[in-house]
Each structure stands twice: as structure tokens, then as C-alpha cells.
């Protein structure tokens, strides 16, 4: 009898060959790794998250807005501030007009809310102590009444024609100025722009507080 022809043995098989134990790794590798149809994976550079940037022509005030192309950043106060663009279609000496005398009378607010409630003249004496009480007590007596009515007085003689002068006209006369002081706060150049940005600033915030 012939006997049957000798199967080859087959090769032991490696239990950790390299791909196997790179592919064996996969389910914890980083994802840092990629494929490569060469070599099965290869080492990537970890993506970098994108961080926000503030660029210069950002608003410093409001850094995701761009920065109001109608403002000069050598105004007094400048913080580029302007999220709802005023500057680009109105009169940029107005706005600054409006901002300093609302910022006036603010302040002058807020120093009447502080003092009324702490000192009241002695004609007044029946008055009440806090401010919103006492505002309603001097319409009813009708002194709030004549307050008003000197403070349009004020305003039209003096207020209406100064910004229709700088508006309309070639007038040197710069927004908030009316040669308004007493203490000599502005006798340099230096100080007048020092005191011009506080007065700004303390105007913002009685806007803000009152």
C-alpha cells in the first residue's frame, strides 16, 4: 500500500506580531493617531482648539464687535463704545453735546438724592427726607414746577443756540464747553484733558446710576 503524501506542518502562528499588537492598541489609542495606508497608524499632532482672538480693529469696549469706524480714538473718554452705530450717521459733535450734558445733570442728580435726604433749607422744613418723596412733595407745593420751568429757560437761551452754533456752523467751540470754571481745573492744556476724561467717566456712570 502507498501511503498518503506528508501534509506540510504549518507555521506556528506569532501571538504578538507588530501590526497585531499596534492594532491591539487601538481601541486606546489617542485619537491623535491616524491611519496610514502604509504602515497601518501613524503618530499625528494633537489639533489645537482655536482660541478666540482680539484683533485691533475690535472695539475695546466690546471686543466681539468691530471697532465704530465714526470715532476718534483721540476724543476725550474714548472707549469705543457705539454697539448701535449712532456715530456712522449722526453728527459726531452732537452725540458728544448729548453725551456731557446728560452726564451733567446726572451728577447734579445724584448729588441732590445724596445731600436732600442729609440737609433741607430751613423754608423747606416741613419736607420729607427721601428723595422720590420730596420730588413728589415740591410738585404739590409747585416748586419743582418753577424749577422746571427756569431750567427750559436756561436751556433755550443758552443751550439750543451753543449746539446749533457748533452743528451748523464753522465754530471752534468744542462739545460741553461753555468757559464754565470757577476752581481752575483746566489751566494747562494738561490738566483741561485730564479733567475732561474724569468728568466723562463720573457722567457715565451718574447716567447709569441714576
Same mark, same amino acid.
Given at each position: 500500500?502507498?501511503?498518503?503524501?506528508?501534509?506540510?506542518?504549518? !507555521?506556528?502562528?506569532?501571538?504578538?506580531?507588530?501590526?497585531?499588537?499596534?492594532?491591539?492598541?487601538?481601541?486606546?489609542?489617542?485619537?491623535?493617531?491616524?491611519?496610514?495606508?502604509?504602515?497601518?497608524?501613524?503618530?499625528?499632532?494633537?489639533?489645537?482648539?482655536?482660541?478666540?482672538?482680539?484683533?485691533?480693529?475690535?472695539?475695546?469696549?466690546?471686543?466681539?464687535?468691530?471697532?465704530?469706524?465714526?470715532?476718534?480714538?483721540?476724543? !476725550?473718554?474714548?472707549?469705543?463704545?457705539?454697539?448701535?452705530?449712532?456715530?456712522?450717521?449722526?453728527?459726531?459733535?452732537?452725540?458728544?453735546?448729548?453725551?456731557?450734558?446728560?452726564?451733567?445733570?446726572?451728577?447734579?442728580?445724584?448729588?441732590?438724592?445724596?445731600?436732600?435726604?442729609?440737609?433741607?433749607?430751613?423754608?423747606?422744613?416741613?419736607?420729607?427726607?427721601?428723595?422720590?418723596?420730596?420730588?413728589?412733595?415740591?410738585?404739590?407745593?409747585?416748586?419743582?414746577?418753577?424749577?422746571?420751568?427756569?431750567?427750559?429757560?436756561?436751556?433755550?437761551?443758552?443751550?439750543? !443756540?451753543?449746539?446749533?452754533?457748533?452743528?451748523?456752523?464753522?465754530?471752534?467751540?468744542? !462739545?460741553?464747553?461753555?468757559?464754565?470754571?470757577?476752581?481752575?481745573?483746566?489751566?494747562?492744556?494738561?490738566?483741561?484733558?485730564?479733567?475732561?476724561?474724569?468728568?466723562?467717566?463720573?457722567?457715565?456712570?451718574?447716567?447709569?446710576?441714576?
Amino acid at each position: 500500500t502507498r501511503l498518503p503524501p506528508r501534509l506540510p506542518t504549518p !507555521p506556528t502562528p506569532n501571538l504578538n506580531p507588530p501590526a497585531m499588537a499596534f492594532v491591539s492598541t487601538t481601541f486606546f489609542a489617542p485619537r491623535s493617531l491616524v491611519r496610514s495606508s502604509i504602515c497601518g497608524a501613524r503618530l499625528a499632532a494633537a489639533s489645537a482648539t482655536p482660541r478666540p482672538t482680539i484683533s485691533m480693529d475690535n472695539s475695546p469696549a466690546v471686543p466681539f464687535l468691530p471697532k465704530p469706524k465714526g470715532l476718534d480714538e483721540s476724543m !476725550p473718554g474714548y472707549a469705543g463704545f457705539d454697539p448701535f452705530g449712532f456715530s456712522s450717521f449722526m453728527n459726531i459733535k452732537f452725540l458728544q453735546e448729548a453725551e456731557i450734558k446728560h452726564g451733567r445733570v446726572c451728577m447734579l442728580a445724584t448729588l441732590g438724592v445724596l445731600v436732600s435726604e442729609q440737609y433741607t433749607f430751613p423754608f423747606y422744613s416741613g419736607a420729607p427726607k427721601l428723595a422720590r418723596a420730596i420730588h413728589d412733595w415740591g410738585v404739590g407745593q409747585g416748586c419743582m414746577v418753577q424749577l422746571l420751568f427756569w431750567v427750559c429757560m436756561f436751556e433755550a437761551i443758552v443751550g439750543v !443756540p451753543a449746539v446749533v452754533q457748533m452743528v451748523s456752523l464753522d465754530s471752534p467751540r468744542k !462739545p460741553g464747553e461753555y468757559a464754565f470754571d470757577p476752581l481752575g481745573l483746566g489751566k494747562t492744556p494738561e490738566a483741561f484733558a485730564k479733567n475732561q476724561g474724569i468728568e466723562l467717566i463720573n457722567g457715565r456712570l451718574a447716567m447709569i446710576g441714576i
